[in-house]
């Protein structure tokens, strides 16, 4: 009997997900699915979950939407190019750096901002936080 990688039908979402490189850890991953952040063709997926060939995985996380058709079930986590074998990407494409917002940026130890540092960290991120609710 042969215990070959190639002939596993099925693997737990979550371990297919790090095996794939999706995730960073398969921590990440079971988090992700427990948060409701993954769905298997359009249902929402628990960690367990058993996915296929021909299954449409979408995860959320790090700040995008990825979209992947299952093309082949690893559970052992492989190198980026055999991993990239492993799904057919549908994602649309990451937001470009300008689109993220600007982080203000204080050195370690300067203490709380004076009136003037507060002002300007208001006239950057001004418009943002008042439509925020601020």
Request: hydrophobic share 40%; charged share 30%.
């Amino acid at each position: 009997m042969s215990d070959a990688p190639d002939s596993l039908s099925s693997a737990r979402v979550d371990a297919w997900l790090w095996a794939v490189r999706l995730t960073k850890t398969r921590s990440q991953a079971n988090a992700a699915a427990r948060a409701g952040h993954v769905r298997i063709n359009d249902e929402r997926a628990k960690p367990a979950q058993a996915v296929k060939v021909g299954d449409q995985v979408r995860l959320r996380g790090e700040g995008r939407e990825r979209i992947v058709v299952v093309s082949k079930v690893i559970v052992k986590r492989v190198g980026a190019p055999v991993a990239a074998e492993c799904y057919v990407d549908h994602s649309p494409p990451p937001p470009a750096r300008t689109d993220i917002a600007p982080v203000a940026v204080r050195d370690r130890g300067a203490g709380r901002p004076t009136k003037r540092d507060r002002r300007e960290i208001e006239r950057l991120f001004g418009a943002q936080r008042r439509s925020a609710g601020r």
